[in-house]
């Protein structure tokens, strides 16, 4: 059983920054991808960022939503991913979640993810 649970969000004025953190447990060892994803009313869920990892390193995927503003980095300890975002925008609203792969998944499709959890809501006022 995986568990997936995000913190984090809230609600801030534009130009403020948000620390999103995605936290996994269980039988994660075939896992080596977790992705944020967000979603707007009647949108389809939007790429945001991914971090993959192997032994040797990590990769880091960034969406075009908040290029240059976001940040993402692994707490391998906690075995969780966070979001920096910076500089947030009213356009930034939405719910945001993260989604954990298995190996070999595409990190910017929301399709290829295999857990996901419940999403954590982040409003941006002007």
């Known amino acids: 059983q995986v568990q997936l649970v995000e913190s984090g969000g809230g609600l801030v004025q534009a130009g403020d920054s948000l620390r999103l953190s995605c936290a996994a447990s269980g039988r994660t060892f075939d896992c080596n991808v977790i992705g944020w994803f967000r979603q707007v009313p009647e949108k389809a869920r939007e790429f945001v960022g991914a971090?993959?990892?192997?032994?040797?390193?990590?990769?880091?995927y960034y969406g075009d939503s908040l290029l240059g503003r976001l940040t993402i980095s692994r707490d391998s300890g906690k075995n969780a991913v966070d979001l920096q975002m910076d500089s947030l925008k009213p356009e930034d609203t939405g719910v945001y979640y993260c989604?954990?792969?298995?190996?070999?998944?595409?990190?910017?499709?929301?399709?290829?993810?295999?857990?996901w959890g419940l999403g954590t809501p982040v409003t941006v006022s002007s």
């Open positions: 989604a954990l792969g298995a190996y070999g998944s595409s990190p910017s499709d929301a399709s290829s993810y295999t857990y």
């Open positions: 971090l993959s990892w192997t032994a040797s390193g990590g990769n880091a």
